[in-house]
């Protein structure tokens, strides 16, 4: 075997192996997060055997919609596996079915205040943020919120449906920028 072919075949094979690896890492829940909203790192994605509640922090599939087609365009959201090749969201659950919530320069769930989700205007590149106009969260769905000031989360694009959980998100090897 020529110094050529050796080497073609030992690369070949690390680039097997490290493509095996992160397909298992995958199946075995295991994500890549490179927002601001919450640490940068690796999460695992924890099957969830009972109702979403608010306090958990998901993993949550976005649905394809108009206003997920643009935060993906302004790059708010990057390329991934879920519906509309969009990557899932990990965000705590602020409300859920029934719950009122109502926005006016930040966010109020059944008249208590929500800490850090006052409202922006535009976001980092000037470009305008539409707020959602409130009002109470249809059975089937939540409420999202990031405690991360520039979050793009319910506070924009309103409540999602709940089919989209993937899962509680727990941290496994994170960073806080």
Known sequence: MT???????ILGIGATAVISLFALAYLGGLRINLTPSYPLGVWRIVPL????A???LVMIC?????????????????????????????????????????????VSVDDVPLAS???????????????FAGGVVPPGHIFLHSDFAGSYDSRYFGPIPAAGVLGLAHPVLTVRP
């Open 3 to 9: 110094r050529r072919r050796r080497a073609r075949a």
């Open 49 to 52: 055997d009972r109702e979403v």
């Open 54 to 56: 608010v306090g958990d």
């Open 62 to 106: 976005p649905p394809s919609t108009s206003a997920f087609t643009l935060a993906r365009q302004r790059g708010y959201l990057r390329s991934g596996l879920c519906p509309g090749w969009m990557s899932p969201l990990i965000k705590t659950v602020a409300a859920t079915r029934g719950q009122r919530v109502e926005i006016v320069g930040a």
């Open 117 to 131: 989700s006052e409202l922006r205007a535009v976001d980092a590149e000037g470009r305008a943020l539409t707020p």
